[in-house]
C-alpha cells in the first residue's frame, strides 16, 4: 500500500482513538489561549477585541467537542472508500482550527499566532492522507505569507517577518510529513498484528481441532493435579462408561485418578518421566480396571504461572489390539509369500501321486497310501488358496448383482457336492424374503463367504431336517444374508476369537474360514458378526450385511417394507 494511503489501513477503532486524544489536546490548547489572553491583560498587554473573541469561541468550540463527541461527530465513521476523518469530524477539529487561527492572525498580525497551526497539521498528517495534509499545511503557510508580504508591500519591517512565515511554513510541512510517516507506520505494524492475530487464531482453532479428533487421550495439567483442558478421547478414558463433560477437573477428585495423581506428582518432583511412557493402572471399583500408558511432555515456567505438563493416554488393550493387527499383517505378507512358492512344488506332487496311483492300481497294499497323499495334498491346495484369498492384490471391483439367484444356486451347488438328502429331510431350507434385492460385491467371492458359512454352520449343526437355514431379507439401508445353524451356543471363551486368523476349535482345520469371511466382507464395505437367537431359539446365527447399490437406497423410501422379521416363502432345496 502506498504510503498517500497508509492512514486509510488504520482501522477505524485506532484513528477513533487518535481523534479523541487530539480533541483532549485541543481543548487544552484553547484553555491555555484563553488563560494566556487573560495574563496578558492583567500584566497590561490588553489583547484587542477580536482576538479575545475569536480565542473565547475557540476555547468554548475545544472543550465542548471534547466533553460531548456526539454532537460533534465523534463517533462517526469514515467510508471505506475515503480514508481519514469523516467530513463533520474534519469540519469540527481541523477546519475550525484553521479557520479560526487563520482569523487571529489577520486580526492581530503582529502576534505570534503562527505557532497555533502547528495543532492543525499535526493532527492533519497523523489522522489524513499525505495530499490532504499537505494542503492543511500549505493553507496556513500562504496565510502567513501573504501577511508577510503585505508587511513589505506596507513598508513594515517586511523582510524579517518574511524569514520568519517562510521557517514556520517549512516547519508546519515538516511535522505534517514526520506525523504523517509516523501514521503510515502504525498502519503497516497494526495490519501486520492484525494478521498474525487472525493466522494465530486459525493455528489455535486447528490445534484445537486436531486435539479434539485424536484417538489419543491429551490432559494439560498443573502440579497441583488441576485438568485445564482435555480432549473427548482423554476424558473417555479416565471415566466409566461415559464421558466427563467439558470443562477442568480435579484429579483428586475421584478415588480412581489417585494412581494418575502421584503419578504426575512423582513427574513433577523429578522432573523425567520415560520417552515411552510408563503403565498407570485406573482402579474403578467393583473389579472395573483400566490400564493406560501414560507419556509426558513438560512446559516451560512461565514467569508469572504454574508448570504444566501434557500427558497423552492410551488404552493398553488397544495398543495391544493394534500390535496384533501389525504382526498379523506382517504374517499374512509371509504367509503369502510361502504360499505361493508352495503351491507349484504341490501341484507336482499331485500330478505324481496320480501317476503313482495309475502304477499300483492293481497292487492293494499301495492303494491307501497314493489315497493319503491325495488327501492331504488337497487339504494343503485348500489351505493355501485360504492364505491367497486374503493376500494383498489387486484392489477389489464390486458389481451389482442380483443376489437372491445367486444364493439359490451357490446353495444349490453345496447341496449337491455335500450330497445332502433331498425334500422334507434335507437339512438346509433357504428363506428369501424379495426376488428384486440387489446389493455391491464380487459374484465368486460372494460364493466363497457364503459356503465358508455353510461348512461351518452344517458341522455345528445338530441332525435332523432343517436345521440349517439361509435367510435373504432387506434391513434397511442393507440386505441382510443369514447363516443360522441349530446347535449349542458357541462359549463366551470361543466366541472372542471367532474373527482371528488361524484359530480353530479342530485339530484338522486350518483358522481360516471366518477370518476369510470378515476380510472379503470388508474389502466391499459389508459386514459380518455372530449372533445368538432369541430366547425361543437355539440357533447360532452368522449375519452379513451387504451394501445395497445407491440407486437402490434412494428407492427404498416409496418401497413399503415389510422388516426382517416377516414372514419368508419357505423352499425346500432339492439335489441335483
Given at each position: 500500500m502506498a504510503t498517500s494511503e497508509a492512514t486509510g489501513a488504520i482501522s477505524a477503532s485506532t484513528i477513533q482513538r487518535l481523534y479523541r486524544a487530539f480533541m483532549g489536546a485541543r481543548a487544552a490548547l484553547g484553555l491555555a489561549l484563553l488563560g494566556t489572553q487573560s495574563l496578558a491583560g492583567l500584566m497590561g498587554a490588553r489583547p484587542t477585541g477580536w482576538a479575545a473573541l475569536i480565542s473565547l469561541i475557540y476555547g468554548v468550540q475545544a472543550v465542548l467537542a471534547w466533553l460531548l463527541p456526539r454532537w460533534f461527530g465523534g463517533g462517526e465513521t469514515p467510508p471505506k472508500d475515503r480514508p481519514g476523518l469523516s467530513a463533520r469530524q474534519f469540519m469540527v477539529s481541523i477546519g475550525a482550527d484553521l479557520v479560526l487561527f487563520t482569523l487571529l492572525q489577520v486580526r492581530d498580525p503582529d502576534a505570534p499566532y503562527g505557532a497555533l497551526?502547528?495543532?492543525?497539521?499535526?493532527?492533519?498528517?497523523?489522522?489524513?492522507?499525505?495530499?490532504?495534509?499537505?494542503?492543511?499545511?500549505?493553507?496556513?503557510?500562504?496565510?502567513l505569507l501573504s501577511l508577510s508580504g503585505?508587511?513589505?508591500?506596507?513598508?513594515?519591517?517586511?523582510?524579517?517577518?518574511?524569514?520568519?512565515?517562510?521557517?514556520?511554513?517549512?516547519?508546519?510541512?515538516?511535522?505534517?510529513?514526520?506525523?504523517?510517516?509516523?501514521?503510515?507506520?502504525?498502519?503497516?505494524?497494526?495490519?501486520?498484528?492484525?494478521?498474525?492475530?487472525?493466522?494465530?487464531?486459525?493455528?489455535?482453532?486447528?490445534?484445537?481441532?486436531?486435539?479434539?479428533?485424536?484417538?489419543?487421550?491429551?490432559?494439560?495439567?498443573?502440579?497441583?493435579?488441576?485438568?485445564?483442558?482435555?480432549?473427548?478421547?482423554?476424558?473417555?478414558?479416565?471415566?466409566?462408561?461415559?464421558?466427563?463433560?467439558?470443562?477442568?477437573?480435579?484429579?483428586?477428585?475421584?478415588?480412581?485418578?489417585?494412581?494418575?495423581?502421584?503419578?504426575?506428582?512423582?513427574?513433577?518432583?523429578?522432573?523425567?518421566?520415560?520417552?515411552?511412557?510408563?503403565?498407570?493402572?485406573?482402579?474403578?471399583?467393583?473389579?472395573?480396571?483400566?490400564?493406560?500408558?501414560?507419556?509426558?511432555?513438560?512446559?516451560?515456567?512461565?514467569?508469572?504461572?504454574?508448570?504444566?505438563?501434557?500427558?497423552?493416554?492410551?488404552?493398553?488393550?488397544?495398543?495391544?489390539?493394534?500390535?496384533?493387527?501389525?504382526?498379523?499383517?506382517?504374517?499374512?505378507?509371509?504367509?503369502?509369500?510361502?504360499?505361493?512358492?508352495?503351491?507349484?512344488?504341490?501341484?507336482?506332487?499331485?500330478?505324481?501321486?496320480?501317476?503313482?496311483?495309475?502304477?499300483?492300481?492293481?497292487?492293494?497294499?499301495?492303494?491307501?497310501?497314493?489315497?493319503?497323499?491325495?488327501?492331504?495334498?488337497?487339504?494343503?491346495?485348500?489351505?493355501?488358496?485360504?492364505?491367497?484369498?486374503?493376500?494383498?492384490?489387486?484392489?477389489?471391483?464390486?458389481?451389482?448383482?442380483a443376489v437372491a439367484p445367486l444364493v439359490r444356486e451357490y446353495c444349490a451347488d453345496w447341496a449337491a457336492t455335500q450330497r445332502l438328502p433331498a425334500g422334507d429331510a434335507s437339512p438346509l431350507r433357504i428363506e428369501i424374503q424379495r426376488e428384486a434385492l440387489q446389493v455391491n460385491f464380487e459374484p465368486e467371492h460372494l460364493r466363497r463367504v457364503l459356503i465358508n458359512l455353510l461348512d461351518n454352520g452344517l458341522r455345528h449343526a445338530h441332525p435332523g431336517p432343517g436345521s440349517l437355514r439361509v435367510q435373504l431379507a432387506d434391513d434397511g439401508e442393507w440386505v441382510r444374508l443369514s447363516v443360522l445353524s441349530r446347535a449349542d451356543p458357541i462359549p463366551a471363551e470361543v466366541e472372542r476369537h471367532l474373527f482371528e486368523p488361524f484359530f480353530s476349535t479342530r485339530s484338522r482345520g486350518s483358522g481360516l474360514g471366518l477370518y476369510i469371511c470378515r476380510e472379503l466382507c470388508e474389502r466391499y464395505g459389508a459386514r459380518i458378526d455372530y449372533h445368538r437367537g432369541g430366547p425361543n431359539t437355539d440357533a447360532n446365527e452368522f449375519r452379513v450385511l451387504l451394501q445395497r447399490p445407491a440407486t437402490a437406497v434412494a428407492a427404498l423410501a416409496s418401497i413399503p417394507s415389510t422388516g426382517p422379521d416377516s414372514n419368508f416363502p419357505d423352499t425346500e432345496l432339492h439335489e441335483r
Open positions: 497551526f502547528f495543532m492543525p497539521a499535526l493532527m492533519a498528517g497523523a489522522l489524513q492522507p499525505r495530499l490532504r495534509a499537505l494542503a492543511c499545511a500549505a493553507l496556513p503557510s500562504l496565510v503585505w508587511a513589505v508591500f506596507s513598508e513594515r519591517e517586511g523582510a524579517l517577518r518574511i524569514s520568519q512565515a517562510g521557517l514556520l511554513g517549512c516547519g508546519l510541512f515538516v511535522v505534517t510529513l514526520l506525523a504523517n510517516e509516523i501514521a503510515a507506520r502504525l498502519a503497516r505494524e497494526e495490519r501486520a498484528a492484525r494478521g498474525s492475530l487472525e493466522y494465530a487464531r486459525q493455528q489455535a482453532d486447528l490445534n484445537r481441532l486436531v486435539i479434539e479428533e485424536m484417538e489419543e487421550g491429551v490432559i494439560v495439567v498443573d502440579r497441583r493435579g488441576l485438568v485445564r483442558t482435555a480432549n473427548p478421547a482423554a476424558r473417555a478414558l479416565l471415566a466409566e462408561g461415559a464421558s466427563l463433560r467439558p470443562g477442568s477437573f480435579r484429579l483428586d477428585a475421584t478415588p480412581a485418578w489417585k494412581s494418575l495423581l502421584r503419578a504426575i506428582e512423582k513427574a513433577f518432583a523429578g522432573r523425567h518421566w520415560p520417552e515411552a511412557g510408563r503403565d498407570v493402572l485406573l482402579d474403578f471399583g467393583r473389579g472395573s480396571q483400566r490400564s493406560l500408558r501414560v507419556r509426558m511432555r513438560f512446559t516451560l515456567r512461565p514467569l508469572d504461572g504454574d508448570d504444566l505438563c501434557v500427558m497423552f493416554l492410551e488404552d493398553n488393550r488397544l495398543l495391544e489390539a493394534r500390535n496384533r493387527q501389525e504382526k498379523l499383517a506382517a504374517m499374512g505378507r509371509v504367509s503369502a509369500g510361502i504360499a505361493h512358492e508352495i503351491r507349484n512344488p504341490l501341484t507336482a506332487i499331485a500330478q505324481a501321486n496320480a501317476l503313482l496311483a495309475e502304477d499300483c492300481a492293481h497292487d492293494p497294499r499301495l492303494e491307501p497310501l497314493t489315497r493319503m497323499v491325495a488327501s492331504n495334498v488337497e487339504r494343503l491346495k485348500r489351505l493355501v488358496d485360504d492364505v491367497m484369498e486374503v493376500a494383498p492384490g489387486i484392489a477389489p471391483v464390486a458389481l451389482t448383482l
